[in-house]
């Protein structure tokens, strides 16, 4: 009972960290709502480290997916005939008022609440595994840029959870 | 010069949609910055709209937070 309790709890404030720092990661890159690429990057910097391992366990360096979504677009603007990089601007601010998010980090939202039977507790590579396994998208092209298998960072992502020493 | 007819839209319909996606970013990113110097060319709020084609309640809805980093510049 008290365990369960607990475990409660930790996912609360494992969601919060993640959609605080999904939503700072939207305001860097100049967008108001997290998407799933926000949610991957916040996923990556949580203190359970499961994300990071999943993706090393992938043969995926964790540091370098930020780069890797600039580069999706600015491949996706090459795709038609046009050389455009964007130059990071100054953050937006935070929105006041309700949490929002874009569909695909609704997705991911929606995923988590559906599966958190199976989570105790949330960790980052329950993420991955989300996120792995949309098969369209920012998050879905920045991974085949950096030349994931999405189906092996799946299986990595859904075995590191499995054996982590926190479950 | 960008002539849009050589523009060639991807038979891929992933890559045909991120192309997309990216167009919509880079607009969005264009539009601040235009807003930004127009607000520090003393452009007012009716004239930004105008030029943008949207009321001035969107314009001020969605970019907003351009004017508080103009006031902070």
Redesign the interface.
Known sequence: MFQAIRSKLDNMSTIKRLCERAETYALQD??REPGAEHFLLAALDLPDGTARLAFEQAGVEPDALRPAIER??????R????K?D?VA??P??ANPGVYQTTSSGREIMQELAATRKDHSPLLGAHVVGIVAAMP?G?AA?ALRALGVDPVVLKSAADAVAEASPIR | MIDPHEIVVPTDPDEALAAVVALRRLADHIEREAVHSALHQGWSWSRIAQALGISKQAAHKRLSDVAANHGSA
């Open positions: 100049q967008q999706q677009y600015a491949d996706a603007l795709s038609i005939g046009l455009a964007i601007g100054a937006m601010p369209h920012v092209r």
